[in-house]
């Protein structure tokens, strides 16, 4: 509008409305565009959450922070005590730690009470008798050591569980923290200099100090940093419900 203003003024060329023309159909044409992304970012969004890709997305503030809170050190505190994977291996481990204990009970001796019965002197009785069976021979050292070596490939494999946890950890937490670093530098600067720099030049252009182009230069860097700053939001998002998912805590509240 401000550049039909200006034609039918005579303050600007005919030429100027058929650049502004040929702007709004290339902005449209990446308006279609980025909306056909944001469908494979949505179906992504959605897989990610273990839901169908197809499944519609409304966007509503998370019950939950998505950031979980705390240090790393805090964070990898919970992780070892949430995550599935190490509880799970810590009760097989503990099973193994139960069958040790079952096998050295096996060795001691063997006391059996029961009842008795038989005839003397032509009458018959009842009695109660204690049978006694010693290990002499074999003192099941054999499967006291399979057990103990079971035993300790289980722990073993707590510690190697935890160890891949912390991995995958920090490397949600090293992911989060850049993608939140990123989304700040938006936030606390880029969007508001990047509306600064649209309404100067929109100003400048309707008050005839500059030209159309100048005008349509400050609209794509607008533009695109909106598109970035959006873009780093979804990533800061993504990255938290990975950190959550490597926490072994539920993600936005699901």
Request: hydrophobic share 40%; charged share 25%.
């Amino acid at each position: 509008k401000a550049v039909q203003a200006r034609v039918a003024a005579g303050d600007a060329a005919p030429v100027e409305e058929q650049k502004a023309d040929v702007e709004v159909q290339r902005s449209e044409s990446n308006v279609r565009l980025l909306e056909g992304e944001l469908a494979a970012e949505i179906a992504s969004f959605n897989l990610l959450l273990g839901l169908p890709p197809e499944t519609p997305t409304t966007v509503a503030e998370p019950e939950v922070p998505w950031e979980p809170p705390g240090t790393f050190a805090a964070l990898r505190d919970r992780a070892m005590t949430n995550q599935p994977s190490i509880l799970a291996q810590e009760k097989v481990a503990q099973a193994a730690d139960l069958a040790v204990g079952v096998a050295r009970l096996e060795r001691r001796p063997a006391i059996a009470l029961g009842p008795t019965f038989g005839v003397e002197e032509g009458a018959g009785y009842v009695g109660a008798g204690v049978s006694l069976r010693l290990p002499i021979w074999n003192r099941n050292r054999g499967n006291i050591a399979a057990a103990e070596a079971g035993r300790d490939e289980e722990a073993a494999r707590v510690d190697v569980e935890r160890l891949r946890v912390s991995r995958l950890l920090a490397d949600a937490y090293g992911r989060y923290r850049s993608a939140r670093t990123q989304q700040d530098l938006y936030e606390h600067g880029l969007l508001q200099e990047a509306t600064d720099l649209l309404e100067s030049a929109r100003k400048s252009y309707e008050g005839g100090e500059s030209g159309l182009l100048d005008f349509l230069d400050a609209r794509r860097t607008s533009l695109a940093v909106r598109e970035g700053y959006n873009r780093a939001s979804l990533s800061a998002a993504l990255a938290a419900i990975q950190l959550r998912r490597a926490v072994g805590e539920p993600a936005g509240g699901q």
